[in-house]
């Protein structure tokens, strides 16, 4: 045997050894885990969707792991304060970050993170998805989506398309409508979801597109009429409204989603371990009536569904983004 034979031999063994003992340290870690309370950093203010999804799916958690999950909202900034927490966090599952399609969107939206959107986080498994709609007023001309572009088409310029602030997901998805549904027409952000609302009921907008649940009540109500909804199906909150692809605009497939992700490099054993209490969680009867009556349907997924997603929507979001001409903050 040579001596350079020699060396690759052991250098061969050294690198096997180096990987059996990272491999023994984190099955050690999985099955240790969790050996503390957990924590899901929340983007959001308490009481929104976003933060109920979280309480729910956590107080059941709670129970299959046997430690408390602690809920901590950080708001603000576009959700980057929250997403900084959990990036810096230690990766061995016990900090979890509340990720949505706004973590897509603000990947496109920012000049530049203090974390890489991708590397710096471990998607965990999704909770769940909720609608966003097509709405006009209830005395609107407008019967149907096909009228409403057909509209638009006839009278370029003519039409406002409303949304609230801009480089939100509703707003993105509103260009979206306008690039896809080939149209020319204005969209105007509003400052929230009772402004937009206010704004429809009083005419100043011809048409919105806003998450369903806000809207459900105004719908339901008769003061607000849904055109589409732009999910890949109908929606469960109502079923007799068609899709945007149902009538003809392909390319308006856009909804929200709230998903867990642990800090990058967390170990693969305690990512499983984290996302079979999550799905068992999604899974009970109860919890899938509790995020029904948030308008939101419960759906789990695997650790690469998760960042599947996540991937394909930073890439499409990312060229609205562009498409619109929208300012990076």
């Known amino acids: 045997m040579t001596r350079l034979s020699r060396?690759?031999?052991?250098?061969w063994i050294g690198t096997a050894l180096a990987a059996a003992a990272v491999s023994l340290g984190h099955t050690?870690?999985?099955q240790s885990f969790p050996s503390r309370p957990l924590r899901i950093v929340v983007p959001f203010a308490a009481g929104g969707a976003g933060d109920l999804t979280a309480r729910t799916v956590a107080a059941e958690m709670a129970k299959t792991l046997?430690?408390?999950?602690?809920?901590?909202?950080?708001?603000?900034?576009?959700g980057v304060v929250a997403a900084e927490t959990v990036a810096r966090a230690e990766p061995d599952g016990h900090t979890l970050f509340l990720m949505s399609n706004g973590t897509a969107v603000t990947a496109g939206l920012f000049r530049s993170l203090p974390y890489d959107t991708v590397k710096d986080f471990t998607p965990v498994s999704t909770l769940g998805t909720?609608?966003?709609?097509?709405?006009?007023?209830?005395?609107?001309?407008?019967?149907?989506?096909g009228e409403l572009v057909a509209y638009a088409k006839a009278h370029p310029g003519k039409l406002n398309v409303g949304s609230i602030n801009i480089g939100s997901t509703q707003n993105l998805a509103a260009e979206l409508f306008r690039s896809t549904a080939a149209i020319h027409a204005q969209v105007i952000p509003f400052n929230g979801t009772p402004a937009l609302i206010g704004a429809l009921r009083g005419q100043q907008v011809d048409v919105g597109v806003?998450?369903?649940?806000p809207a459900l009540t105004q719908i339901r109500g008769g003061a607000l009429r849904a055109l589409a909804v732009t999910g890949e199906k109908r929606s469960t909150s109502l079923p007799e409204v068609p899709t945007a692809v149902e009538q003809g605009v392909k390319g308006l497939v856009a909804s929200s989603w709230n998903a867990l992700a642990a800090p990058g490099k967390t170990p693969r054993p305690v990512v499983d371990r984290l996302n079979k209490h999550i799905n068992a969680a999604?899974?009970?009867?109860?919890?899938k009536k509790k995020l029904a009556d948030l308008n939101i349907d419960a759906d789990g997924s695997t650790p690469?569904?998760?960042a599947a997603l996540l991937a394909a929507?930073?890439?499409?979001?990312?060229?609205?983004?562009?498409q619109a001409n929208i300012p990076k903050q």
């Open 7 to 11: 060396f690759s031999r052991r250098a």
């Open 28 to 30: 050690a870690v999985a």
């Open 66 to 78: 046997g430690q408390p999950v602690v809920i901590e909202n950080r708001p603000g900034a576009g």
């Open 130 to 145: 909720f609608d966003m709609a097509v709405i006009v007023p209830a005395d609107s001309p407008f019967q149907t989506l």
């Open 210 to 213: 806003e998450i369903l649940g």
């Open 282 to 287: 999604l899974a009970l009867p109860d919890v």
């Open 304 to 306: 690469e569904q998760a």
């Open 313 to 322: 929507d930073i890439g499409r979001w990312g060229d609205v983004i562009r």
